[in-house]
């Protein structure tokens, strides 16, 4: 997820679909969700045509994919998917992430993403978010994560 980019840079989220069966993306929201109150509070289909998402696959959701290819490097073009908005994500806190979760010798953290480590691995858990290594650019959209460990390893 990048929910902290820099000066005129998009936020981002990116999805891997970690199945081996076949849906319609049509079928799934994105949403966001206020502890403070208890309530979701944005909640937007991801798109509104049929979209079949195969098994292990990428996707970048966001609101200029130029943009995002621009900013980050990237050969898979047909895994971003253009939204008219998305939710706002405070930089300091978060049910999904927290900018406590990036690499503590990062000078700075402005767009520089934050990845899971495993699949498997718990989505709440700190210890399975890492930043994207800057090697890559500080993000991999529609690609397998920098800091990566597949379930076989």
């Given amino acids: 997820m990048l929910f902290n980019p820099k000066d005129d840079w998009v936020d981002f989220v990116e999805i891997y679909y970690h199945s081996n069966k076949i849906i319609d993306l049509q079928s799934l929201n994105l949403a966001s969700y206020r502890i403070s109150i208890d309530t979701i509070t944005y909640q937007k289909n991801i798109v509104t045509d049929i979209f079949l998402i195969l098994p292990e696959e990428y996707f970048v959701l966001n609101t200029d994919s130029a943009k995002v290819k621009k900013q980050y ?17 405070n930089n300091d806190e ?16 402005e767009g520089g993403f934050l990845e899971r480590i495993s699949f498997d691995g718990e989505t709440k858990d700190p210890s399975n978010c890492h930043s994207t290594a800057e090697s890559v650019g500080f993000a991999t959209p529609v690609y397998q994560n920098s800091e990566f460990i597949s379930a076989s390893q």
């Avoid at 978060?94 to 953290?109: H, Q, S």
């Fill in 94 to 109: 978060g049910i999904v992430y927290t900018d406590k979760m990036y690499f503590l010798l990062l000078k700075a953290t």
């Fill in 73 to 89: 490097h990237t050969n898979n073009t047909r895994g971003f998917i253009q939204m008219p908005s998305l939710p706002a994500y």
